[in-house]
């Protein structure tokens, strides 16, 4: 199974702060790579698909990038309601695989 | 508008099934463009995929939980299902099922969950 290790696991941050998180495959992946959010207590939210796509209705502040083996997730100014957990998933091939998450904190 | 809702027992006992249900509103679960999937998150920890389908019948579980794990459709119902035998207490989990979405050349992503549903495996 291809694994997907997320750096940093936790962050603290500010509001307006650029957030940037890593997601490192075990082996290439080509572009298949999400993003979502999860804040407490709620379901997950799609934000990236295919690495870099914007998912409809996401703001714009957030964007990823990368192919193959490495990928980043970035927020350009951190509002409020963007602290939370955030997860890389591959799409590459079976099985699934969901990365640690990173958290972001205030 | 695509909704999602998962259903069952909230409390199951060491060694016997859990079965769980995904009932698909808004659309039908036997649209082209849609796998479906089921996915785990114990408390406080991190998310993991179970398995998908697909509404002809085509299964793909994590190999993790294979042996115990059954996953299917029922168009007339417009649902899906899961059963996960022999649980333990590692079973215990916020179970989400999920629309995997197919863009046409590729499944991309799971852009629509459902709320979920607490399982906890406890005699």
């Known amino acids: 199974a291809i694994q997907l290790t997320q750096s940093p696991s936790s962050l603290s941050a500010s509001v307006g702060d650029r957030v940037t998180i890593t997601c490192r495959a075990s082996q290439g992946i080509s572009s298949a790579l999400a993003w979502y959010q999860q804040s407490p207590g709620k379901t997950p939210k799609l934000l990236i698909y295919d690495a870099s796509s914007l998912e409809s209705g996401v703001p714009s502040r957030f964007s990823g990038s990368g192919s193959g083996t490495d990928f980043t997730l970035t927020i350009s100014s951190l509002q409020p309601e963007d602290f939370a957990t955030y997860y890389c998933?591959?799409?590459?091939?079976?099985?699934?695989?969901f990365g640690g998450g990173t958290k972001v904190e205030i | 508008q695509l909704r999602l809702q998962e259903s069952g027992p909230g409390l199951v006992k060491p060694s016997e099934t859990l079965s769980l249900t995904c009932t698909v509103s808004?659309?039908?679960?036997?649209?082209?463009?849609?796998?479906w999937a089921w996915i785990r998150q114990p408390p406080g920890k991190g998310l993991e995929w179970i398995g998908t389908?697909?509404?002809?019948?085509?299964?793909y579980y994590n190999p993790s939980l294979k042996s115990r794990l059954t996953i299917s459709t029922d168009t007339s119902k417009n649902h899906l299902s899961l059963s996960l035998s022999s649980v333990t207490a590692a079973d215990t989990a916020v179970y989400y099922c999920?629309?995997?979405?197919?863009?046409?050349?590729?499944?991309?992503?799971?852009?629509?969950w459902g709320q979920g549903t607490m399982v906890t495996v406890s005699s």
């Open positions: 999920a629309r995997h979405r197919y863009s046409g050349y590729a499944l991309d992503a799971f852009d629509i």
């Open positions: 389908v697909y509404y002809s019948g085509s299964t």
């Open positions: 808004g659309g039908s679960i036997s649209s082209s463009s849609s796998y």
């Open positions: 998933q591959q799409i590459n091939s079976y099985p699934l695989t």
